[in-house]
Nanobody, 121 residues
Framework: QVQLVESGGGLGQPGGSLRLSCAASGTIDNIYTMGWYRQTPGSRRELIARMTSGGDTYYADSVKGRFTISRDNDKNTEALQMNSLKTEDTAVYYC???????????????WGQGTQVTVSS
């Protein structure tokens, strides 16, 4: 089994910065992608940033130019640096990973427990 543990988040001010981190542990053969989703009440979870093991990145238009994803393949960790925060960034943020447990096995999806980010003055 694989566990994703998030840290960071909390309260930020408009225009300010926050940083989220996520560490994957357990039986891991390879992590193909690591990413971040967010969800607000009544809305579906949306992908906001993702990075492949090769370093290719994707950003949702809503965060492009403000958020930066990074990952350490050796440590199985990722981070999301959030700058120029807006009130609409308020949401629960989830770490996500696509993982193989064995060399020839299927790819599984795993999720962190979620961490609240609130942007307010």
């Amino acid at each position: 089994q694989v566990q994703l543990v998030e840290s960071g988040g909390g309260l930020g001010q408009p225009g300010g910065s926050l940083r989220l981190s996520c560490a994957a542990s357990g039986t891991i053969d390879n992590i193909y992608t690591m990413g971040w989703y967010r969800q607000t009440p009544g809305s579906r979870r949306e992908l906001i940033a993702r990075m492949t093991s090769g370093g290719d990145t994707y950003y949702a238009d809503s965060v492009k130019g403000r958020f930066t994803i990074s990952r350490d393949n050796d440590k199985n960790t990722e981070a999301l640096q959030m700058n120029s925060l807006k009130t609409e960034d308020t949401a629960v943020y989830y770490c996500h990973a696509e993982v193989t447990i064995t060399t020839t096995g299927p790819v599984y999806e795993f999720w962190g427990q979620g961490t609240q980010v609130t942007v307010s003055s």
